[in-house]
């Protein structure tokens, strides 16, 4: 698995955005996100990649200034009422863990988590001790993972080993007191 299809399979992942309305009040762009109602301006997202309704097809740009967007071929004036997704940032140790760990326990891991309804963007806390352990010889240690997608929680725990042996240990521990374990080992 090259870093393109890892990209990939985390970029399709379930509630990777933020879905909402803008409107133009008091000579300002307001984002009025759909699932919690929140209100945030929108210069907030200035220079990040979102996406906009038009036409029944999300369309891809970078919001340059409020209320326009650069897309491929144009400049697109946003209106009232238009719908908008901006993508979520995922937790950075999260991140660096997802890089840091093989390729099989990768693709296991964020299969195992979608199984149980679970999105890598539902994460809430992550400890990576993994990132404490660079240039040592033998890695081993714990880290912590826990996920909330507003329904059920799920609290991980990834035993690791990097020595002679590579060893992935996943433990999954959902609220409702179901477990299931997940193990990779590669030479």
């Known amino acids: 698995m090259n870093r393109q299809q890892r990209s990939k399979l985390i970029e399709f992942q379930i509630r990777a955005y933020i879905e909402g309305t803008i409107e133009f009040i008091n000579d ?3 984002f009025f996100e ?15 990649e979102l996406e906009v309704l038009r036409h029944s097809r999300w369309r891809k740009g970078v919001l340059i200034e409020d209320g326009k967007m650069t897309l491929a071929d144009e400049t697109l004036l946003l209106k009232s009422n238009d719908t908008l997704r901006i993508r979520k940032n995922l937790i950075y140790s999260l991140e660096r863990l997802l890089e840091e760990i093989s390729d099989d326990a990768f693709y296991q891991f964020i299969t195992h988590l979608n199984s149980l309804h679970f999105s890598v963007y539902d994460c809430i806390y992550c400890y ?3 990132t404490f352990l660079k240039g040592e010889e033998r890695k081993e240690g714990v880290n912590f993972i826990i996920f909330d997608n507003q329904e059920d929680i799920c609290s991980i725990q990834h035993h690791f080993c990097y020595y002679e042996k590579k060893n992935d240990r ?3 521990t959902l609220n409702n007191g179901k477990r299931t374990i997940i193990e990779k080992l590669s030479s």
């Open 34 to 48: 759909n699932e919690s109602e929140e209100a945030s301006l929108l210069e907030e997202y200035l220079h990040q």
């Open 170 to 172: 996943f433990e999954f």
């Open 128 to 130: 990576n001790h993994l």
């Open 28 to 30: 300002q762009w307001v």
